[in-house]
């Protein structure tokens, strides 16, 4: 069953320690050499991580950001606990 969404979403152990899925894409993100910039708002709503990466001196930066969908799960809990899945 999906853990409780009012604390970070985890998905794998590190160390001993639970990694968020936000710590995970922010190292990802940094181990390819990517700039990492957290929790943004453009007008959209927030989004947790986001990776600017540079393809080409010739070529604009291609940004990719990343939302943890937490009313998803909390709605998926649910239907998980009513066997609906």
């Given at each position: 069953?999906?853990?409780d969404m009012?604390?970070?979403?985890?998905?794998?152990?590190k160390h001993g320690k639970a990694a968020s899925i936000?710590?995970?894409?922010t190292e990802i993100g940094r181990q390819?050499?990517?700039?990492?910039?957290?929790?943004?708002?453009y007008g959209v709503g927030p989004i947790e991580i986001f990776w600017r990466i540079a393809i080409r001196p010739a070529l604009r930066d291609l940004t990719c950001g990343f939302v943890v969908m937490k009313p998803l799960a909390q709605t998926l809990n649910k239907a998980l606990t009513k066997g609906g899945v």
């Open positions: 069953m999906l853990q009012s604390a970070e979403p985890v998905i794998e152990e936000i710590d995970i894409l390819k050499g990517f700039e990492v910039k957290a929790s943004k708002d």
